[in-house]
């Protein structure tokens, strides 16, 4: 792998569609790599820094869901 580093301008559902490819790929090469294949753990490797750096960079989104009440609440409410 490069170490130059490019900028890219990507959607975030194109973002999403090649981490997801990173995730099988990964686990394909896990297999692989428990077989005794040193390249697909040299290539393991490489793909887990590629995952890495694409969490790192990705922009957090964070979900405003309404809270829900604890156990504790419901339980008082069930009880009086």
């Known amino acids: 792998m490069s170490d130059e580093k490019q900028k890219l301008e990507i959607s ?3 973002l ?3 981490e997801s490819a990173l995730h ?3 686990k ?3 297999v692989q790599a428990s077989a005794g294949g040193a390249k697909a753990l040299a290539r393991l ?3 887990k ?4 750096t694409i969490r790192q960079q990705k922009p957090h ?3 405003d869901k309404p809270r829900q009440p ?3 609440f419901s339980m008082a409410r069930m009880f009086g």
């Not at 820094?49 to 890495?52: D, E, H, I, P, T």
């Open 24 to 26: 099988t790929q990964a």
């Open 16 to 18: 999403a569609l090649i």
């Open 49 to 52: 820094g590629a995952l890495s």
């Open 12 to 14: 975030q559902s194109e």
């Open 45 to 47: 490797n490489d793909v």
């Open 28 to 30: 394909i090469l896990t």
């Open 61 to 63: 989104v964070k979900a």
């Open 70 to 72: 604890g156990v504790f």
